[in-house]
């Protein structure tokens, strides 16, 4: 048995995924939010996740924990790959193998014990980074995926997977978050973050935010570890 | 860049994923082996899933931690759950939400990492429990789902998802697995077997067990925990 008005939030503690809370709480969804700590260099991020939880009235916040930094492979989870600071060709270093996957697949389990109507995740496909995972037509396999998995596919009533700023641009999740009331300085964006949970102001996600902000017309209210240009 | 004759192979510790590494090794893949500790009742199983690897040649064996305990709603993971000892109509109890996509896509990543050609997975349509997610058309549309999830997919080279005993009935992997020299007293099925790694005797998953070793007319070896009718 599935309950429409009840979702499962994907929240890592960034700007996409806070918009995203706000989107769900506004549709006036009972939001479980959930975080992934699978290995990541720092946990700002995770705390970040925390306040905005709070912040935005989700009904409960769930830290799930998978150990991706065992199998490496990205700069996000291997101290021995650098974060890049200038934009390349090709899918970046900082992708996480099956990251949105496994994510997804998590959030799939704690949706079907909830009983939960809907899944929403914060990919974005415009002002992104080249990620595989972040494309409309794997959120609609995955969809798919998860009517056949489940126990409520089977009973007939499938899950929705939303990813409601897919085709936005990042100028126009910043403006969306800001009617909705999303309190940004709360968030952490940045691939490097320090233990403060201040932005190294140069990697690619820090670079998309900046734009994002300035061609939103809103003052950026990112900590930033230095001085940037 | 993908190795064709690498692969991961999802091992439980039980009777169908032994033979399923024994299917690779036979196919003279390097397989390496992912156990997932995801909060099951007892680690019998888990302890089993190192001696068939070691015993099989694979080239490592991996376990990886997901806490599914703390989200419930199955018998294997939540205590207050009883395990059915009788066939009954629908998904069983011993169903855990989203189990094997979340399997699934913690050896994507892995398999991405490794540069794996393949990933194999014991499921089996036949003389299984009911679970939604051990259905060829799910195994289908996640083998979709890996294309469109990871780099070796955006660059053309999609991994593969092998689930060779899918139409397999239990009899038919154990004479298949006997040929290969799959050892199956090392293997442990029960969904609450004790400490030492015995079975019940009763519940679905000894049924089948053991109405398999029957119809393929090989000895029992599984260790049970009191004489069973």
């Known amino acids: 048995?599935?309950?429409a008005n009840r979702a499962v939030v994907l929240l890592s503690g960034g700007l996409d995924s806070a918009t995203?809370?706000?989107?769900?709480?506004?549709?006036?969804?009972?939001?479980?939010?959930?975080?992934?700590?699978?290995?990541?260099?720092?946990s700002a991020e995770l705390e970040a996740a925390a306040q905005v939880a709070a912040a935005l009235g989700a009904a409960e916040h769930r830290l799930m924990r998978v150990d991706l930094a065992g199998i490496g492979g990205s700069a996000l989870t291997d101290p021995?790959?650098?974060?890049?600071?200038?934009?390349?060709?090709?899918?970046?270093?900082t992708y996480v193998p099956a990251r949105n996957t496994i994510?997804?697949?998590?959030?799939?389990?704690?949706?079907e014990v909830l009983g939960a109507g809907s899944i929403f995740i914060?990919?974005?496909?415009?002002?992104?980074?080249?990620?595989?995972?972040?494309?409309?037509?794997f959120i609609a396999v995955f969809e798919e995926l998860a009517a056949?998995?489940?126990?409520?596919?089977?009973?007939?009533?499938?899950l929705k997977i939303r990813a409601p700023l897919i085709s936005w641009s990042k100028a126009q999740i910043i403006q969306a978050g800001v009617q909705l009331g999303v309190e940004y300085s709360m968030t952490v964006s940045c691939y490097q973050a320090d233990a403060q949970g201040r932005a190294c102001g140069r990697c690619d996600s820090c670079r998309l935010r900046?734009?994002?902000?300035?061609?939103a017309g809103v003052p950026d209210p990112t900590r930033y570890a230095a001085a940037v240009s």
Do not use: K
């Not at 994510?103 to 949706?111: D, V």
């Not at 056949?148 to 499938?158: D, I, K, Y």
């Not at 900046?210 to 061609?215: E, N």
């Open 148 to 158: 056949l998995a489940t126990r409520a596919g089977v009973e007939g009533e499938a």
């Open 122 to 137: 914060g990919v974005n496909a415009v002002d992104y980074s080249g990620y595989p995972d972040c494309r409309p037509e």
């Open 20 to 42: 995203v809370l706000a989107i769900a709480r506004h549709e006036g969804l009972e939001c479980h939010a959930l975080s992934v700590a699978y290995g990541q260099r720092h």
């Open 80 to 93: 021995r790959i650098a974060v890049p600071v200038a934009p390349a060709p090709g899918i970046p270093a």
């Open 210 to 215: 900046r734009d994002g902000f300035r061609d």
């Open 103 to 111: 994510m997804l697949a998590l959030a799939l389990g704690w949706a």
């Open 1 to 3: 048995m599935t309950a």
